[in-house]
């Protein structure tokens, strides 16, 4: 699976701890970045996250499932309000199969 935070690649996108799929799209990237960030919608379908046990994937972010990317569906807001972070993946969001 093809992941840019694994591949080092989050540091020279300014990305911080956001992910390429939410990032907002700045005027001062290059050419190639800006027109892959505008096709984003357009091939994020294709673009799935092996779950595994959890720890890797982003509860909101990533495909792991066919109703995500979950914030897709919910607010910051929403999310926030809950109790749960931004930040956090599926291990930390459930438990024996139930969200935590």
Avoid at 69 to 82: E, G, I, K
Wanted: hydrophobic share 40%; net charge negative.
């Amino acid at each position: 699976m093809f992941s840019l935070r694994k591949q080092g690649l989050t540091n020279n996108l300014r990305l911080d701890k956001n992910q390429f799929w939410d990032v907002d799209l700045a005027s001062n990237v290059s050419w190639g970045w800006r027109k892959l960030l505008q096709i984003r919608d357009t091939i994020r379908p294709h673009f799935w996250h092996v779950l595994g046990d959890g720890r890797n994937t982003s509860a909101w972010f990533d495909n792991w499932d066919t109703q995500c990317p979950l914030m897709n569906h919910v607010s910051y807001r929403a999310v926030t309000n809950t109790g749960f972070d931004l930040q956090a993946n599926v291990f930390d969001v459930i438990s024996e199969g139930d969200w935590a």
